[in-house]
Structure formats: structure tokens, C-alpha cells
């Protein structure tokens, strides 16, 4: 089991920056990913990024050059830093992790933080 503790979100103003935090912590995989995916209302759950123990890191074109992740392997510790917010980013964010080595394993999601993009 892995559990994913999520911190960050809130109220910003468009243009205004955020920056989301995600712990996982149990039976953590050597190599896994780690990232978000959010749910506007009205809307199906869709990726915002993700990135892999080594490094490499996926974008949904909507956030590229906008948000970056990176993560603290030695913490087991994933963040996103949401710079030039827009409205339409609003949504709730979901913490995600899979462990790919030593064997692939499900999908774990966090409890989902609120970010809202409001003038």
C-alpha cells in the first residue's frame, strides 16, 4: 500500500503562481511515477504532468512552459510549481503514483486539492 499526503492549492489571481506538494509514503517501488492529473467540473480526470524516478517528465500541452515537476526521490516527495495561472486551470488536482520496477503496480491517487484561478 502507498499512501499520497497532498499540500498546496488554493485561491490565486490569473497569472498568480502555486505550488502543490505530494508525499507518498509505504511500500514505495525503486523506480515510479509520480505526478498530477486534474478534474474541472464537468469534465473528465485529465493528466497535467508527471515524472519518473530518473528524471524524465511528461507535460499536457496546456501547461507546458507554465508549470514544472520535479520531485525529491529521497523523500519520496513530488512538487508542481504553477506559475501564470489561467482560469481555465482551475480544477482539483490529484496526486498520482505507480510503481514501475521492481514489477508494475497500480494506480495510487491522492485525496485531490482544490486550485482556483479567480480575479
Known amino acids: 500500500q502507498v499512501q499520497l499526503v497532498e499540500s498546496g492549492g488554493g485561491l490565486v489571481q490569473p497569472g498568480g503562481s502555486l505550488r502543490l506538494s505530494c508525499a507518498a509514503s509505504?511500500?514505495?517501488?525503486?523506480?515510479?511515477?509520480m505526478g498530477w492529473y486534474r478534474q474541472a467540473p464537468g469534465k473528465q480526470r485529465e493528466l497535467v504532468a508527471v515524472?519518473?524516478?530518473?528524471?524524465?517528465?511528461n507535460y499536457a500541452d496546456s501547461v507546458k512552459g507554465r508549470f514544472t515537476i520535479s520531485r525529491d526521490n529521497a523523500k519520496n516527495t513530488a512538487y508542481l510549481q504553477m506559475n501564470r495561472l489561467k482560469p481555465e486551470d482551475t480544477a482539483v488536482y490529484y496526486c498520482?503514483?505507480?510503481?514501475?520496477?521492481?514489477?508494475?503496480?497500480?494506480?495510487?491517487w491522492g485525496q485531490g486539492t482544490q486550485v482556483t484561478v479567480s480575479s
Open positions: 498520482y503514483y505507480r510503481q514501475t520496477m521492481p514489477a508494475q503496480g497500480p494506480d495510487y
Open positions: 515524472i519518473i524516478t530518473g528524471g524524465n517528465t
Open positions: 509505504g511500500s514505495i517501488g525503486s523506480i515510479n511515477v
